[in-house]
Antibody
């Protein structure tokens, strides 16, 4: 059974930092591009970042460029998102998701990040 | 960036009736070299992550009931639920994966009338 389990979401003050993790199982992790997608409370879906299967290629939505860093450890079937200089508008449920062709085949349950003073 | 729009924002359909959701992209998501539309549909029920329904605009994901179908090409797409069931109450999103940033439509909420 495919599983993606996110962790690391907490309440953090504006300007703070946070590292999210996503543990993958049930599929060949290094066959897949991995993504972070977020959803603000009561709002729609927003793609945040991707990392290629080998970690050599990354991409970000403009609003997080220079603040967030995506990484992966294929030896541990894990995906990460380092989030710095957090803003209130980063408050959201963060999902990790996997893809081979760009559409998101598998999704985790999400981890909630709240940026508030 | 490719802007995705959906219509209607919400709709209520009687059980067993057809539900139709439209999605439009601000530029074509049809890749000419392989003649594929880089357009997908997701279903999201309350408290759950999105679930993949349709990819390449019209290919149904394994296990998705055949009452769900996708159509369209270029910039205009449609998700159809041929006979609405109670378990289909959800928000439906289209998304383009033609190039980054991957973008989603704002969602269409489907309810029972």
């Amino acid at each position: 059974e495919v599983q993606l389990v996110e962790s690391g979401g907490v309440v953090v003050q504006p300007g703070g930092s946070l590292r999210l993790s996503c543990a993958a199982s049930g599929f060949t992790f290094d066959d897949y591009t991995m993504h972070w997608v977020r959803q603000a409370p009561g709002k729609g879906l927003e793609w945040v970042s991707l990392i290629s299967w080998d970690g050599d290629s990354t991409d970000y939505t403009d609003s997080v460029k220079g603040r967030f860093t995506i990484s992966r450890d294929n030896s541990k079937n894990s995906l990460f998102l380092q989030m710095n200089s957090l803003r209130t508008e980063d408050t959201a449920l963060y999902y990790c998701a996997s893809s081979r062709w760009g559409y998101f085949e598998y999704w985790g349950q999400g981890t909630l990040v709240t940026v508030s003073s | 960036d490719i802007v995705m729009t959906q219509s209607p924002d919400s709709l209520a359909v009687s059980l067993g009736e057809r539900a139709t959701i439209n999605c439009k992209s601000s530029q074509s998501v049809l890749y000419s070299s392989n003649n594929k539309n880089y357009l997908t549909w997701y279903q999201q029920k309350p408290g759950q992550p999105p679930k993949l329904l349709i990819y390449w605009a019209s290919t149904r994901e394994s296990g998705v009931p055949d009452r769900f179908s996708g159509s369209g090409s270029g910039t205009d797409f449609t998700l159809t639920i041929s006979s609405l069931q109670a378990e289909d109450v959800a928000v439906y999103y289209c998304q383009q994966y033609y190039y980054t940033p991957f973008t989603f439509g704002p969602g269409t909420k489907v309810d029972i009338k």
